[in-house]
């Protein structure tokens, strides 16, 4: 997996997967995100999708009173077209973490949020919690270096990973998840 749209796709389609199918009491499970429910998780997924896609081009359409899945999918296929648009991609945007291409922000913050937020929904709910390997990877080698920015915008502390953990563990834990 090279491209910032292939690590886009297999991102929500995780989420997508552990999304689908929840019920109300599904979602108002406790997360592992402190104070937050599983469905406080899902709609702050969304609206850092919608948040992110509209840093560019036409605003998604989107219904926060709307069905969780469907405001998923629309706020994942406005950001997609949007990548995938040569001019829209390769704008330039203010971020919470500096001056970069629209590419650039979903590859970098975007994709490891989604992955994140997917254990942190399976977790809750009972669901699947393994991760793709290559993804949980990319997002500790991508995010390493941002680890000051990081703390500095409410991401939780460091856990120490135990020696030999596998590379979902160090993921997990460099972005303060237990598992």
Request: hydrophobic share 45%; charged share 25%.
């Amino acid at each position: 997996m090279t491209t910032t749209l292939e690590r886009l796709d297999l991102a929500a389609a995780g989420f997508r997967r552990r999304l689908d199918g929840l019920s109300d009491a599904d979602l108002a499970a406790a997360s592992p995100c402190e104070g937050w429910s599983a469905r406080d998780v899902v709609t702050h997924t969304i609206d850092a999708v919608v948040m992110v896609s509209d840093f560019v081009g036409e605003p998604t359409d989107d219904d926060p009173d709307g069905a969780l899945l469907a405001r998923f999918d629309a706020a994942i296929a406005s950001l997609r077209a949007k990548v995938e648009d040569p001019e829209l991609g390769t704008t330039v945007v203010q971020s919470p973490f500096g001056d970069l291409a629209l590419k650039q922000l979903v590859s970098s913050i975007v994709v490891h949020d989604l992955l994140v937020h997917t254990w942190d929904l399976a977790r809750a709910t009972g669901g699947d919690e393994e991760l793709d390997p290559e993804l949980c990877a990319h997002t500790l080698e991508a995010m390493g270096p941002m680890d000051d920015q990081l703390r500095g915008h409410g991401f939780a502390e460091k856990v120490p990973a135990a020696a030999g953990a596998d590379v979902q563990t160090e993921m997990l834990n460099f972005l303060g998840r237990r598992p």
